[in-house]
């Protein structure tokens, strides 16, 4: 029984696109008398089947060696391709949350899009996500975790413009797949330059050429940064973040994923990379200061926004700015204890902000406020999912930040500075939230708000719980740091960090009424943060217009020059045929007088010949 | 495997002899004609299926089912049929998509006799082109090709149709005259006169002569593909034309361009190859990237997925200039894979102008909500054509890229350089598509369209678009399956032409060196080309 279902594990990524393929029937309309329930419930089932199989290959390999199995794809000549799964128990943890989280999420969507009548299709997207994801986690090879990145672009895609008739979809949707295509597009150049230089594909040979490969400079310069341009784009790291702030425009079971498992996917694939990026010390540097510059960024950016997905996505992409300086340092221990935590925590924060949303009909913070007493449920949760998130009381993000602290103490100390200054920020960022949508006066759209039904309410209880006992969980682990050997001074220092955010965001004088601020300088700081730095303005008038005026150019130059030369031969000779056609007069003097013409002419010629 | 029915011969006329049965078929109300075409295509994609599943073995990278007859001895013409590794598939994609395009002319109207009667017989003129093994014969069939195109266009077109055709027309008929000398003076060099291409495959020309010819088919070849700057009759003909017609101008007639260059210029110029090459890269390179370019500033549907196959026709030059077995066979995956892509969505952009009875993306807007089904199958379309993961474009562009990495006729710098710029057409790729994708379906509802029934795709619309995406996601889940098929063969002939660089090499025409390299002599042993040279 276990080896059987260890051989079959590669079924588990299976699952997923199969419940996506089970309700094409209701996606496409086929079956309409039912109504689209049933298309979810099938996805439902699927994600408890992926889920049981995995946590029972789980138990299984843990404490074992990793188990590979291989999967002939393409050969083509001198080239086979092989796509390799790794069952390991790291692999099939991160299975089991990527599973877990979706099995959640889409209890979750159950009632949040209850009334929506693209249900099938959206759990059909639901399920080919999950699918993509728990291939990532389970790949061994580089191939494969390229191919399930762009199917994790693709879902993005569909996902992000599921409402495709609302107006701002419109962009977003390009926009998510363009920004993640552009990191991919040169990840797969990294990935022939790979298979070209070592010969193989599959992570446990490529680590086995890194040890040994003698690149040069440039070249494993290239490599190195080819290779981690994917994961930027998937992690939503500067200069390929702004993807994730329109991205926000899509359903919200959708963004729970996202902003937990999805972008953690990206990294994951990072720090499986890590053993051949140390062939480059400039990807490992572009590494540290990519995903500094996006820690504290972003986190600065999410305090100045104002709508309640965008101030939460934001938050994301700093975390996991310090994932990418973890990986930067090699301490793919610290990024992956961040991961961990940071999805489970989010991804609460996601359902608690997803219950606001779907009750008030509406994202804006301003518009919000004394939600505590209406949702108790929702409140709790996002109380829980904050603490679980910064380093202030002993729950998950706590431990991984004090790790991550730990680590750089000696070493690199001003990494240090940088996760203590994006912990306050975070804290500040949503202690501001919390007071703006669950403390104060109800306002107009908050006044009727009931507590969400329990399609709803059961998940985000489930997590609530599951965040909470997450120290419990790393202590079995044994992921816990020992009593005896805490570093003091650093629990201080984090703490203190998290309690200055935390009192900072409490006291700040905030106001609903969205009257500006006078001086100019406050003012223009917040339109700064508020619009990302401007960045997208940036591209506009760059990359973009860069693009189109090229293309324009081209176009010109096709139609005008190349055309034009081909159409100008064209009429040349139509003009010269119409012009002889009136050598056909009808008059035989003429006739006579051409004949002589050229008789004299060629006589001519023949005594100038001659002579 | 031999066989004594004569497969290729019935495969190549049955269309052709059907079709003169069109003119006095009983056909009061316009139905039987149609429903007579494509029982006739049907009976045809059939037979080749059964001739090649059970008479065809697919690990032998010679000519099969060969059939020769004497047609014109006084002339030496001989009419010679024979399919192997490259012209195999490219056979089955002729049929498919002829058959396809008959189905989705259905609601033609207007003279459906004669258009039918000219499907049947370009039906019959491709596959002779790809199948006929005498150059005379294999001119003909060209030629043969071009006359119901030229008709199709001038009368089932768009507005600007007549300008359309007739630049179609003297663009190719002029190439088909470098063809002509070309086969000729192939012909006549040396002592014996001969038009068999095998035969003429084996004879040693001398080198400047090689350039030469090679030149003259590239020319020629080149009009076809289209390679850049020879390309702008492609979003005439193609944007003008009726989407039938497009659907087998982009799926099908492109690709003989590219057959051609490899059957002709690759197999049996062998030498000239050395030094064409590179040339060959760079103008793949410039023609993903300037198709791209182009392409996204386009703001007619049609233009634009004709720019689009421009730039989707690089990847196949790329991979014949790689000189590797990998590019080879990227570059006839590539061929097929764009032959079924481009087919759906030309064919798509028919069903929404049905609808919508404009090309320009201006005036569209909001189709999402009244046609969700074209939506998703545009979408799908869209995917497959920006090669994404799990669709067949994304494998030949693949193997391209890793083939030209992998090639030891280039320096490294160069093929950096190329493989940096084509990744950038790779790039730009998604953003005519997306953009296209979002000015049609996204958004409100263009004001244009109120009071104008918007319906959904018709089960027979679904239908020819399924057929057309089946396999380009089949091949790209599994692409094994396809490539085993025809392999053997690209294998042989990049062999081959690697041989054949080892002997140029050593004496150098100081020609390329800046780009080319001499690659190792040890990599090729002898013994495995002796299928073709003897």
Redesign the interface.
Known sequence: MEQFLLQNSWWIPCYGFIGAILTLPWA?GIIRRTGPRPAAYFNLLMTIISLVHGFLVFRITLGEDPQPLVI????????DLTLMLDVSSVGMGAVELVTALSLLAQLFALGYMEKDWALARFFALMGFFEGAMSGLALSESLFLS???L??LT?STY?LV?FW??Q?L???A??DA??TK??GD??L??GV??L??LSGTLNFPDLYEWAETAELSPTVSTLLGLALISGPIGKCAQFPLHLWLDEAMEGPNPASILRNSVVVACGAYVLIKLQPILVLSPVASIALIVLGTMTAIGASLVAIAQIDIKRALSHSTSAYLGLVFIAVGTQWTDVALFVLLTHAIAKALLFMSIGSVILTTSSQDITEMGGLWSRMPATSIAFVVGAVGLVGLLPLGGFWALYEGVDTYWYGQPWLVVVLLIVNALSAFNLTRVFRLVFLGPPQPKTRRAPEVPWTMAVPMVALTITTLLVPAILQRLYLLPDWTYINGPAVVLLMLSGAIGFALGATIHLNRTWARPIQTPLKFAQDLLAYDFYVDQLYKVTVVWL??R???L??WF?RYV??GA?NFV?LASIFSGESLKYSVSGQSQFYLLTILIGVSILGALLTYLVW | MSTNFPWLTTITLLPLVASLLIPVLPDKYGKTVRWYSLAVGLIDFALIVYAFWYHYDFQNPDFQLVETYAWLPQLGLNWTLAVDGISMPLVLLASLVTTLSMLAGWQVTYKPRLFYFLMLAMYSAQIGVFCAQDILLFFLMWELELVPVYILISIWGGPKRLYAAT?FI?YTAIGSIFILVAALAMAFYGGNVTFDMRELGMKDYSLTFELLVYAALIIAYGVKLPIF?LH?WLPDAHGEASAPVSMILAGVLLKMGGYAIIRMNVEMLTDAHFYFAPVLAILGVVNIV?GA??????RNLKRRMAYSSVSHMGFVLLGIASY???GL??AV?QMISHGLIAAALFYLSGVTYERTHTLMLDKMG?L??SMP?V??LF?IAS?AS?A???MSG??GE??V???F??SDSYTSAFKLVV??LS?VG???T??YL??M??EM????ENTEFRGVPLLDARPREVFVTACLLIPIIGIGL???LF??TY?VK??QV?SHARMAVSTVAQQPLQLFSEVSQAPALNSVTSGEFLGIVK
């Open positions: 496409v002939h794809w393409f050969t083509a000549a001198d080239l390229y191919a399930l762009e199917m693709l569909l413009g495709y008739a107006p979809v419109v962009t949707a390009r797949f363009l295509r552009v597009v040169l797969l150049m022939v330059a298979a070209t693009v189109d090229v293309s324009r081209n176009a096709d190349l055309d081909v064209g | 630049k003297l700057p702008t300037y370019l182009v392409s996204f500033a386009q590797t077995e990998l066979s990227g995956l909001g999402g909500r089904t939506f998703a979408t995917m920006l994404l993961p799990g994304f494998v693949l193997a890229f890793i083939g990495a992998t493989v940096l990744a790779l790039i730009l998604p953003m997306l953009s994708l979002r379906f996204y958004g409100k599994y692409p094994k490539t085993q392999d690209t294998v990049a």
